[in-house]
């Protein structure tokens, strides 16, 4: 039977914004099974022209408008989570969970949490007084749910535990993030490609790599014989050509096919890490599996989860101390593509439509 479902998420492409993409590429794989999405979302001076996903604005945060919005014949409700984007400036979206109610309230709307973020605990001024609001949110929001999807291990445990002293606890899954970018059928071997090191992400990130870890950075472009440092995303404007003698080439933002096909002919992509035990849901570090490349990470602290292992899946950037074979290599970009085989975006979209079937039923 069709269904007809809403997505809520306040920026969708051509916004760029990785849970913006996920929600888009869901919605995508989700129309190949007969679920039409309906998108909430906030102004957007950019918006995109598909008409197979109607966007329903929402112009003011007042519970009953929101209520008000929801056409009459959606199904189901899919909430993507990150608190900034609904509270820029304290992250503390108390309307979110207003609305939320307000809906379960009037429409007996299932819905499903999708926990792109959880809040964490940081030693920062700019955080530190915020957080326990920040953390009440997102339990009130789980709460809510009845079902819950995050995108590591470590969410669902943190989740799985609060609920231990409640009566009833909510389906909670754990989908490692696919890749935005896309996924290639067949993989070039390592040998085959060129010695290029990718660095892509978010501009913060990318720039910490150069800043925070340079030394790191230098030490794998050496060890594994890189010939050209290739920068993709929003410009840094880093006006260096060159990096330990090699050249660094900033490509700026380009479009996804262009990005997947530059590293489908690249040997290694390096991802700014600052917890290893959520290294699952970086959606980098997913691209740079699921295009067969060899995976650095910068962080070598913190327990690692998820079915991932260092030297195994991936290479810490700062640890090796000798270059590893071509054979050696392979086998690393070999394991961290099967790891993601398992999550990937068809695997992703059987897991929701079977969760969106069970919220279906009466």
Not at 118 to 129: A, G, R
Not at 217 to 231: A, F, H, V, Y
Not at 272 to 283: E, F, V
Request: one cysteine or more; glycine letters at 4%; aromatic letters at 10%.
């Amino acid at each position: 039977m069709p269904m007809d479902i809403l997505q809520i998420y306040p920026r969708l492409p051509p916004t760029i914004d990785g849970i913006g993409d996920y929600a888009m590429t869901l919605a995508k794989g989700l129309s190949q099974c007969n679920i039409r999405t309906y998108f909430m979302t906030a102004h957007q001076e950019k918006m995109f022209g598909d008409e197979r996903f109607p966007i329903v604005p929402l112009h003011t945060h007042s519970p009953q408008a929101f209520v008000d919005a929801i056409p009459q014949h959606i199904q189901a409700v899919i909430l993507h989570f990150s608190d900034y984007p609904y509270d820029a400036k304290r992250g503390i979206p108390v309307w979110l969970v207003r609305a939320l109610e307000t809906m379960k309230q009037q429409r007996s709307l299932r819905l499903l949490v999708m926990f792109h973020e959880f809040p964490s605990f940081y030693l920062l001024k700019k955080t530190f007084y915020l957080f326990p609001w920040q953390r009440s949110v997102a339990w009130q929001l789980a709460q809510l749910a009845d079902v819950i999807i995050t995108n590591n291990a470590v969410t669902k445990t943190l989740i799985a535990k609060y609920f231990l002293a409640k009566d009833k606890q909510p389906p909670i899954l754990n989908l490692p993030v696919f890749s935005n970018i896309g996924e290639l059928e067949k993989l070039l071997p390592l040998e085959q490609r060129q010695r290029r090191l990718i660095v892509f992400g978010t501009p913060g990130r990318r720039a910490r790599i150069y800043q925070r870890s340079q030394a790191m950075l230098k030490n794998c472009c050496q060890l594994l014989g890189i010939e050209e440092i290739c920068d993709i995303g929003s410009p840094l404007h880093l006006d260096q050509s060159t990096l330990a003698g090699i050249p660094l080439v900033e490509m700026g933002e380009q479009p996804a096919a262009r990005i997947s096909q530059l590293m489908s002919d690249s040997l290694a992509g390096i991802v700014y890490s600052t917890d290893n035990g959520r290294l699952a849901k970086s959606g980098v570090f997913a691209t740079y599996c699921a295009h067969g490349l060899v995976p650095i990470v910068t962080q070598e602290k913190a327990t690692l989860l998820d079915g991932l292992q260092a030297e195994t899946n991936f290479l810490f950037a700062g640890m090796q101390a000798e270059s590893l074979a071509m054979e050696r290599l392979q086998a690393i970009a070999d394991a961290a593509h099967q790891w993601y085989v398992t999550h990937n975006q068809a695997s992703t979209f059987k897991s929701f439509l079977l969760q969106l079937s069970a919220l279906s039923k009466p």
